[in-house]
């Protein structure tokens, strides 16, 4: 890495600092596209300010000479209480990509999860990294394709899966429309200024232009005499008919660790049990599928509640910092999981960049989990906690 690059990642205090500097590293349509949300960005805001609606309550003079962060989440021994969620077409943000940002998780020793629509195969990101690896699915209405994932995920050796229900059709980020953002992206009148006045990206985009979402492009190249581009053929898999009974199908075909993605109610949590789930993902996608829905961290209470320790519970949306994780952890959860913090990174500076993001929440929570006199993330509870107010 070029010592201007390092000092550039080294300067940044926090993933405040990492957004900033991918707002300035990429033309305006991506960043707003990964920075974005749905309608008037309600839950993006209140995904991250709920965390300030519990307090820290400090404990001193305890031993606290070595702080432990392992964690055990479906079914692999993370060196850290969060992991990297499923994000899209990474190539728009650094020629680094999916291989980059999974080399960088295995680095700091966590998991990398694989997006159905990412710009790598499943076998070359298992070819760039051993580290754990989780495949993100869409029951798509292809279920043959579906089928196919799993086949090639076992055979590619991932440790889970999760399936992603938020989506069954796009969220309104009006943002994309401002900035006139398709996928991939295409050079129109509006755009063509600020692509061009972000050379270092468009510098790269010339050394790798392939957008390809990789593991789902070989089913249009097989559709005979078909114009149908990419992304309308994944618009027209998804399917609006699925029930749990497809959950519990895909949970079956898979046989491993398995978290359902986008489930915020206490009752679908126990239909996520009842379906063999291991796991899920609180999630409303970072705000980018339906808004005004509540910050997950608000809805991990009720879920434990009606699973017990039945299910693992990973927060996801909403973390910025590593206190963020902390207050997670102590409310009940398994596991935290990150998206835009990392994608900050990663477009700040490559793989480089990813590991600054994810050292940054790391020394956050190993700080935090000193001053509140806390060894090991097992020992987290809600005494830690006050609820701002009371
Ligand atoms: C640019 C971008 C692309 C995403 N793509 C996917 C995806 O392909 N599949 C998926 O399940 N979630 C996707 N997500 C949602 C993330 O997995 C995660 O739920 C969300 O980013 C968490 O919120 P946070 O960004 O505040 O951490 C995406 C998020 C972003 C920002």
Redesign the pocket.
Known sequence: MRPKAKRRLDACNNIGDLRRVAHKRLPAPIFH??DGAADDEISLGR?TSAFDDYELLPRYLRDISSIDLKTRVLGADLDLPFFL?????SRLFHHDKEPGVARAAAHHGTMYSL???GTTSIEDVAGATTGPKMF?IYIFKDRELTREFVHRCKAAGYTSMCL?VDTPLAGNRERDNVTGMTIPPRFSLASLWSFASHPGWAFNLLRDRDFRMANVAHRVDALKNSTMRLMDYINSQFDRTITWDDAAWIIEEWGGPFAI?GLQTADDARRAQDAGASAIMI?N??G?QLDTTPAPIDCLAPMRDAVGDGLELIV????RRGSHVVKALALGANAC?????Y?FGLAAGGEKGVSRAIDILKSEVERTMALLGVNRVGDLDASVLHKAGC
Do not use: C, E, F
């Open positions: 596209y990964m995904n969620a499923p994000t899209g077409m997006s159905t629509v993100q992603t993605k999630s996608h970072g980018r996801d949306g909403g973390i999981s990150i998206g835009r913090p994608l």
